[in-house]
């Protein structure tokens, strides 16, 4: 059985082996890569800081790449500090730069091109990371109303804080539609991590037999619709609980199966 430290040392040779590999060390990166949500990751081993001087007093990571990967994270940062105002169809790689204290060169040099930069904020700063992390990391064990209660919370959260971002994924002008078509498989895969989620649910006797992509798309929706409506984080738990039960509403069993974690 392995112990917390077994774990914190598994997860430092994993951010390791990401940096080594020069795919962007991230805390949503590492989530995903070992199969925990972020908030695991946070408990075990801390933050991006956190990590990097662990492996820096290690020797696991040198200056060179400490200093690689904290460019990096400056530069998701000043993106994520935009786009709190404004579209990503309105910034530019330059103001992005600036905000970070980096070149414009930098910024390519990790991120490629604009589009890069844009899938690298939506995988390690959105829910969709957070989505197949979970659900990665929880296998089908844990009830329908915890892991859809987590998600909605997580995905309400980004709305209340990035609204142009929301905005833009409903209704993106032309140079924002060419930027978003790269990341629209990546979605997909988050879908088919929960319609699977779901459909083991359904074997388990927790949810009705139903199609379970049709049933991720409405969860989506609920999750969307609700995110639309809502100004300002509000009482984000509240929120995120009353759409889960609505849902489970019309789609738990009634005999509960092995368990819903619903009061029926």
Same mark, same amino acid.
């Given at each position: ?17 990401? =940096? ?16 925990? /949500? ?7 081993? !801390?933050?991006?800081? +956190? ?6 007093? #290690? !020797? ?6 400490a200093a690689r990967t904290d460019a990096r994270e &400056?530069?998701?940062? +000043? ?16 103001? =992005? ?14 991120? !490629?091109?604009?589009?890069? @930069?844009?899938? #690298? ?19 089908n064990d844990e009830v329908p109303e915890v892991v %859809?209660?987590?998600?909605?919370? &997580? ?13 833009? %994924? =409903? ?24 319609? /699977? ?16 992509? %049709? @049933? ?8 969307? #619709?609700?995110?639309?409506?809502? /100004?300002?984080p509000g009482d984000l738990d509240a929120a995120a !609980? ?9 789609? #738990? ?10 009061? /029926?």
């Amino acid at each position: 059985m392995k112990t917390p430290l077994d774990e914190r040392a598994r997860l430092l040779g994993e951010a390791a082996a990401l =940096i080594r590999e020069s795919k962007g060390f991230s805390v949503a990166g590492l989530a995903e890569r070992v199969g925990l /949500s972020r908030a695991a990751v946070y408990r075990l081993v !801390g933050g991006h800081e +956190a990590i990097l001087g662990a492996l820096r007093a #290690a !020797g696991q990571v040198d200056e060179g790449e400490a200093a690689r990967t904290d460019a990096r994270e &400056r530069i998701l940062d +000043a993106m994520t500090e935009r786009l709190r105002t404004q579209r990503f169809g309105r910034l530019t790689v330059e103001e =992005i730069a600036g905000e970070a204290g980096v070149s414009a060169m930098t910024v390519y040099r990790h991120f !490629g091109d604009r589009p890069g @930069l844009l899938r #690298a904020f939506m995988e390690e700063r959105s829910p969709r990371g957070d989505l197949r992390a979970l659900l990665k990391g929880i296998g089908n064990d844990e009830v329908p109303e915890v892991v %859809l209660t987590a998600l909605a919370r &997580r995905a309400l959260g980004f709305a209340a804080a990035f609204p142009h971002i929301v905005r833009m %994924l =409903i209704s993106p002008d032309p140079e924002e539609d060419e930027l978003l078509r790269p990341l629209r498989n990546g979605g997909n895969r988050g879908r088919e991590a929960l319609a /699977s989620y779901l459909d083991a649910q359904m074997q388990r006797g927790r949810l009705r037999h139903e199609d379970a992509a %049709l @049933l991720a798309e409405l969860f989506v929706g609920m999750v969307v #619709a609700l995110a639309l409506k809502r /100004s300002g984080p509000g009482d984000l738990d509240a929120a995120a !609980g009353l759409l889960v039960r609505t849902f489970l509403e019309g789609h #738990a069993t009634r005999g509960g199966g092995e368990g819903v974690g619903h009061g /029926s």
